[in-house]
T-cell receptor, first 110, second 115 residues
Framework: SQQGEEDPQALSIQEGENATMNCSYKTSINNLQWYRQNSGRGLVHLIL?????REKHSGRLRVTLDTSKKSSSLLITASRAADTASYFCAMAAAGNKLTFGGGTRVLVKP | KAGVTQTPRYLIKTRGQQVTLSCSPISGHRSVSWYQQTPGQGLQFLFE???????NKGNFPGRFSGRQFSNSRSEMNVSTLELGDSALYLCASSLAAVSGANVLTFGAGSRLTVL
């Protein structure tokens, strides 16, 4: 199984601060993705990073991937109350199913 | 264009009953994946279909089954419901043949409560 582990499980920050969460996985992957989920609703895709990439940006989001350490991180800069959500990493080997980590619950306090 | 549509959104069943959940993917998407989300187990992969063929299957008992129709719509069925089947069931669609190859677009989920 490709299931990942995320750290921390929960994070509480003030609006305007940065939030960083980490994801570790066990075996080689083809790509790693990050998703956001608001309060028990469907997941929304944030970023996909392929195994030959080291860093990707999307707006206030920055994702890094270190395949030698089998880890990835998601940084949210200048957080807003609307960023309050659970964030999940997901990974897949080539041609395989996408499996998810346990998630990080982020609370951004106004 | 319309997103992924899951029906019903909420349902309550009793132990021993069966349930069928439906998922309509984004137009043009031929791949549908199903996930079960619970507080204790997180997001668990159930199965995925592409062009009416099951491509991958998760580690769930045979009470959980699915299928995909020629119009790419998918259904999943859970028979002989147990209390532990209470969960949010999420469906996602993709252009790729398997869920790991590309971005997934999720529906809002079907929340099943088993009493």
């Amino acid at each position: 199984s490709q299931q990942g582990e995320e750290d921390p499980q929960a994070l509480s920050i003030q609006e305007g601060e940065n939030a960083t969460m980490n994801c570790s996985y066990k075996t080689s992957i083809n790509n790693l993705q990050w998703y956001r989920q608001n309060s028990g609703r469907g997941l929304v895709h944030l970023i996909l990073i392929r195994s030959n990439e080291r860093e990707k940006h999307s707006g206030r989001l920055r994702v890094t991937l270190d395949t030698s350490k089998k880890s990835s991180s998601l940084l949210i800069t200048a957080s807003r109350a609307a960023d309050t959500a659970s964030y999940f990493c997901a990974m897949a080997a080539a041609g395989n199913k996408l499996t998810f980590g346990g998630g990080t619950r982020v609370l951004v306090k106004p | 264009k319309a997103g992924v549509t899951q029906t019903p959104r909420y349902l309550i069943k009793t132990r021993g009953q069966q349930v069928t959940l439906s998922c309509s993917p984004i137009s043009g998407h031929r791949s549908v994946s199903w996930y079960q989300q619970t507080p204790g187990q997180g997001l668990q992969f159930l199965f995925e279909y592409f062009s009416e063929t099951q491509r991958n299957k998760g580690n769930f008992p045979g009470r959980f089954s699915g299928r995909q129709f020629s119009n790419s719509r998918s259904e999943m069925n859970v028979s002989t419901l147990e209390l532990g089947d209470s969960a949010l069931y999420l469906c996602a669609s993709s252009l790729a043949a398997v869920s790991g190859a590309n971005v997934l677009t999720f529906g809002a989920g079907s929340r099943l409560t088993v009493l």
